[in-house]
T-cell receptor, first 116, second 111 residues
Framework: NAGVMQNPRHLVRRRGQEARLRCSPM?????VYWYRQLPEEGLKFMVY????????ESGMPKERFSAEFPKEGPSILRIQQVVRGDSAAYFC??????????????FGPGTRLTVT | GQNIDQPTEMTATEGAIVQINCTYQ??????LFWYQQHAGEAPTFLSY????GLEEKGRFSSFLSRSKGYSYLLLKELQMKDSASYLC????????????FGGGTRVLVKP
């Protein structure tokens, strides 16, 4: 009964490199959300995906950031040409397929990205 | 637009009660979540309110007033392990949609 899994837990990148963050949702969950948390701040929504579809990317920066959730495999958050301001904790959450009512989002342990 | 406000920090004594208020202005509001987050860890679910009123779950209770755009989380019989950040989050839209979080309230429980 594994929960939401994220890897790596810690990632260090130099300015200009690419960062790839992976998220495997809980078994049976088909909705994935990515959030960013800067030090001492709340979580900020980035993107909401279902399998092979981006449903809402209103929180994603327009440049350098992209996300996917392929038919097979984990969801990937990709940050190209990282800058120091990208240093943050990136949390992934998943929820079951929608129906009536709303569902709790289960959070993964996060990936702490440090850009040097 | 969406705006979630909660106090930045609160201090209370072990065994006491603390109430964390949250006000929100969210178009298309659907429900209100509370999460607990210990430093360096993932948020964990505490409660979800969609209807007006009080939901009690052990030492924790959560209240919602949709007409006032207001919620609170009540922590009773505080324990040292309750020292954490408490995040209020408004859910917008249909099931399975994004959450808008407040900045979190850091609660420090003192002996």
């Amino acid at each position: 009964n594994a929960g939401v899994m994220q890897n790596p837990r810690h990632l260090v990148r130099r300015r200009g490199q690419e960062a790839r963050l992976r998220c495997s949702p809980m078994k049976g969950h088909s909705h994935v959300y990515w959030y960013r948390q800067l030090p001492e701040e709340g979580l900020k929504f980035m993107v909401y995906l279902q399998k092979e579809n981006i449903i809402d990317e209103s929180g994603m920066p327009k440049e350098r950031f992209s996300a996917e959730f392929p038919k097979e495999g984990p969801s990937i958050l990709r940050i190209q040409q990282v800058v120091r301001g990208d240093s943050a904790a990136y949390f992934c959450a998943s929820s079951p397929p929608g129906g009536t009512g709303s569902y709790e989002q289960y959070f993964g342990p996060g990936t702490r990205l440090t850009v040097t | 637009g969406q705006n979630i406000d909660q106090p930045t920090e609160m201090t209370a004594t072990e065994g006491a009660i603390v109430q964390i208020n949250c006000t929100y202005q969210t178009s298309g509001f659907n429900g209100l979540f509370w999460y607990q987050q210990h430093a360096g860890e993932a948020p964990t679910f505490l409660s979800y309110n969609v209807l007006d009123g009080l939901e009690e779950k052990g030492r924790f209770s959560s209240f919602l007033s949709r007409s006032k755009g207001y919620s609170y989380l009540l922590l009773k019989e505080l324990q040292m392990k309750d020292s954490a950040s408490y995040l209020c989050a408004a859910e917008k839209g249909a099931a399975g949609n994004k959450l808008t979080f407040g900045g979190g309230t850091r609660v420090l429980v003192k002996p």
